[in-house]
């Protein structure tokens, strides 16, 4: 019996000095072997803490790279098991990228070109992390030029920034006959100049104009001068619009007695709202002062006017459609406000425009944008046909 329990009690030391032999090695391994003991050569130590903790690191540093070579080799698998192989067929951004990094580059790039386009929304442009983008570099798109459709936008201009809006060729057609109204071409024009981000300065008018019928002449029209308040951007949380406050002052100068209605005011309330199917509601509520042309005097009247605009992508991400129209009178002068006309008996009477069109803005670049469009009147006070053609320019 006794060397039976000789024998386990020897094989029971060996397993424990094999488990002290396992914890301490690793360390034993970390640092270089140091001098036999007794050795004048051998350090103290406190000499020698410095140099195992760089060989503590080092060792460290080497296991780290075991975890991300697993790691990269475990980001390969993953890939391949989703069916990225050697590149990444992905259509959605144009292309055949050779890592995901590319990929996310040109996500990148597509998402900045489409801002600086205006395809950003441009109530987030103003945003505190957006703003910056939003001012350092020119964008007609946003918030866009207004002589394009008959409302004006609730958005302002960054501030240092401006619009050069030009339309060559603005035609109005005659009103029926009985009317002193006949046909008539402008150049219209708009300026504008940020003067902060929130708010806009503005000067318009009609320019040169051709004044057909008994005038048949060509004259200047008076000068306007017009501000834009941006008061806030669109909360779709809350289905609230953008909203702008718009007011302008048409005065007489420049202008002679073919051209001239008199020192003419009006205030407009803009607003802008996302509706679905990626469609842009623009539409703007205010008050304008007109001549009462049917009385000798030509008394100043006010009249309320409500402008609106349906504006939707098609075929390209640089080409919208819309539909527009006025009552009463467009966003700014533009075309005569109100028209006399005679009744059977031969009553002077007048009613306020009423004007339904469509047309298309093309954005050429973030500093280049054309648009063409053309309307109806759908009463006997309105002109049977309004034509416009232009362009604006961003500095």
């Keep these: 019996m006794r060397p039976l329990r000789f024998e386990r009690a020897l094989r029971g030391s060996w397993i424990f000095f094999l488990i002290i032999l396992a914890i301490k090695a690793p360390a034993a391994w970390a640092f270089e072997k140091s001098s036999p003991p007794g050795s004048k050569e051998q350090e103290p130590e406190q000499a020698i803490s410095e140099t195992r903790i760089a060989k503590l690191k080092t060792l460290n540093k080497k296991s780290y790279e075991i975890f991300r070579a697993y790691g990269r080799r475990l980001g390969r698998d993953m890939l391949k098991e989703a069916g990225y192989h050697q ?28 801002f600086f386009k205006g395809r950003y929304d441009r109530s987030r442009a103003r945003l505190p992390e957006n703003i910056e983008r939003w001012r350092s570099v020119p964008d007609i798109g946003n918030p866009g030029a207004d002589l394009a459709n008959w409302p004006n936008s609730a958005f302002t201009l960054p501030e240092g920034r401006v619009y050069i809006e030009f339309e060559p060729l603005s035609f109005s057609a005659a009103v029926k006959a009985g009317s002193p109204q006949p046909v008539q071409y402008a150049m219209d024009y708009l300026f504008r100049y940020g003067l902060t981000d929130n708010i806009e300065l503005r000067l318009f008018g009609n320019g040169p104009t051709y004044t057909g019928g008994s005038t048949d002449s060509w004259n200047f029209s008076p000068v306007g001068f017009d501000t834009k308040i941006h008061c806030w951007g669109e909360q779709q949380e809350f289905f609230l619009p953008a909203m702008g406050i718009e007011a302008y002052l048409q005065t007489e100068w420049l202008g002679n007695t073919t051209t001239n209605s008199g020192t003419q005011p009006g205030v407009s309330f803009n607003f802008d709202q996302s509706l679905p199917f990626e469609i842009d509601f623009e539409y703007n509520l205010g008050a304008v002062r007109t001549q009462d042309v049917t009385s000798d005097q030509k008394n100043n009247v006010w009249g309320f006017s409500f402008q ?45 425009q009423n004007v339904v069109g469509a047309g298309l803005i093309w954005t050429i670049n973030s500093r280049v944008s054309l648009w063409g469009q053309t309307s109806a009147g759908t009463n006997a006070s309105t002109p049977s046909l309004l034509s416009n053609m232009g362009f604006a320019v961003a500095f």
């Design 87 to 114: 590149k990444l067929n992905i259509r959605e951004a144009g292309g055949v990228y050779a890592s995901l990094n590319d990929y996310a580059k040109a996500l990148t790039k597509d998402d900045e070109s489409a």
């Design 308 to 352: 609106w605009s349906l504006q939707r992508d098609f075929w390209d991400k640089n080409i919208a459609w819309f539909i527009h129209g006025y009552y009463n009178a467009p966003s700014l002068p533009r075309v005569p406000n109100n028209q006399a006309i005679k009744s059977a008996t031969g009553t002077v009477v007048a009613e306020p």
